[in-house]
C-alpha cells in the first residue's frame, strides 16, 4: 500500500508562488508516476501535471511555462513549484501516485487559494 501526504497550500496574492509537496511512504517501489490533480468548486476535477519515474514531464494547457513538477526518488517525494499564480488556479490540489500493478493512491488534498 502506499500513502501520500500533500503540504505546502496556502494563500498568495496573484503573481506569487507556492510549492507543494508530497511524500509517499508504504511500498514505494511499487510506484511508477506521479502526478498533481486539482478542483475548484465550480470546475471539473482536471490534471494539471504528470511526471514519469525517469523524470519526463507533461503540464495542462493552463499551467504551461507557470507550473513545474519534479521529484525525488530517494526520498519519495513530489513537487509541484506553481509561479506567476492566478486566481482561476485556486482549488484543492491532490497528489496522485500511479502503481506498476495499474493501482492508483490519492493523497488528501492540500488548499490552494489566490487572491486578486
Known amino acids: 500500500q502506499v500513502h501520500l501526504v500533500e503540504s505546502g497550500g496556502g494563500l498568495v496574492q496573484a503573481g506569487g508562488s507556492l510549492r507543494l509537496s508530497c511524500v509517499a511512504s508504504g511500498s514505494t517501489r511499487a510506484i511508477d508516476a506521479m502526478a498533481w490533480y486539482r478542483q475548484a468548486p465550480g470546475k471539473q476535477r482536471e490534471l494539471v501535471a504528470h511526471?514519469?519515474?525517469?523524470?519526463?514531464?507533461n503540464y495542462a494547457d493552463a499551467v504551461k511555462g507557470r507550473f513545474a513538477i519534479s521529484r525525488d526518488n530517494a526520498k519519495n517525494t513530489v513537487y509541484l513549484q506553481m509561479n506567476s499564480l492566478k486566481p482561476e488556479d485556486t482549488a484543492v490540489y491532490y497528489c496522485?501516485?500511479?502503481?506498476?500493478?495499474?493501482?492508483?493512491?490519492w493523497g488528501q488534498g492540500t488548499q490552494v487559494t489566490v487572491s486578486s
Open positions: 511526471i514519469t519515474r525517469g523524470g519526463g514531464t
Open positions: 496522485v501516485a500511479d502503481g506498476f500493478t495499474n493501482m492508483q493512491y
